[in-house]
């Protein structure tokens, strides 16, 4: 399969610990962006990158909130001390731009709960 | 800045007779305008793009959409309804030049009765 992966698929924590959770992008993409999906919402987006450089953040990511791509390959998105209104979707996805024309692809997303 | 709008926050039809989901948007520049369907546990995948080519966008398992600039509409419609297409629908906007990330609507979810 050559989609988007993430890892985990799921995520239980207590109230207070850090969490990481991974994407793999298409292999062939520089672009790679972060959203999160609370329930009965659609995503909202939280950071991006093109190649290794974090291009964009939003005023949703909280100083608590983390992420990187060191390579420009795989990213990472670290959640510390995390909260209760954290449990969410965490969806990553990635694209490449061909002239004007961009279109993202999705993972399958990484669901967290914070109990 | 951009926004859309999901008209209806549900929406239920019988098998075979035709599907409408509206979504209104808002865009300071030329959007592209997207339709993304997300299944129960599955991730996003992308059913049709505008891009401003043709008005009228063809997706994938039947489904269309037409870009209305004087109305700022972008409805999806499919002719007939199968049970396969049960699912949570979003409409997209993001602008057509620039580095973006996508605005989603709250999504509408599709319901389909034997």
């Known amino acids: 399969d050559t989609g988007v992966s993430q890892d985990p698929r799921h995520k239980i924590t207590k109230r207070g610990q850090n969490v990481t959770f991974r994407c793999d992008p298409i292999s062939e993409h520089n672009r790679l962006y972060w959203y999160r999906q609370t329930l009965g919402q659609g995503p909202e987006f939280l950071t991006y990158f093109q190649n290794e450089a974090q291009l964009e953040k939003s005023r949703l990511l909280s100083d608590r909130f983390s992420a990187e791509r060191p390579k420009g390959s795989f990213s990472t998105l670290e959640i510390q001390r995390t909260e209760q209104g954290d449990s969410a979707m965490y969806l990553c996805?990635?694209?490449?731009?061909?002239?004007?024309?961009?279109?993202?692809?999705f993972g399958p997303g990484t669901r967290l709960l914070v109990l | 800045a951009q926004s859309v709008t999901q008209l209806d926050s549900h929406v239920s039809v019988s098998e075979g007779t035709p599907v409408l989901l509206r979504c209104n948007y808002s865009s300071s520049y030329s959007p592209s305008l997207f339709w993304y369907v997300q299944h129960p546990n599955k991730g996003l995948q992308l059913l049709l793009k505008y891009t401003s080519a043709a008005t009228l966008v063809k997706g994938i398992n039947g489904f269309e959409a037409e870009f209305k600039k004087s109305e700022t509409s972008f409805h999806l419609t499919k002719p007939s309804a199968h049970m396969s297409d049960a699912a949570e629908y979003f409409c997209v906007v993001s602008e057509h030049s620039g580095n973006t990330p996508l605005v989603f609507g709250k999504g509408t979810r599709l319901s389909v009765i034997a």
């Open positions: 996805a990635s694209s490449t731009r061909t002239g004007a024309e961009e279109t993202q692809y």
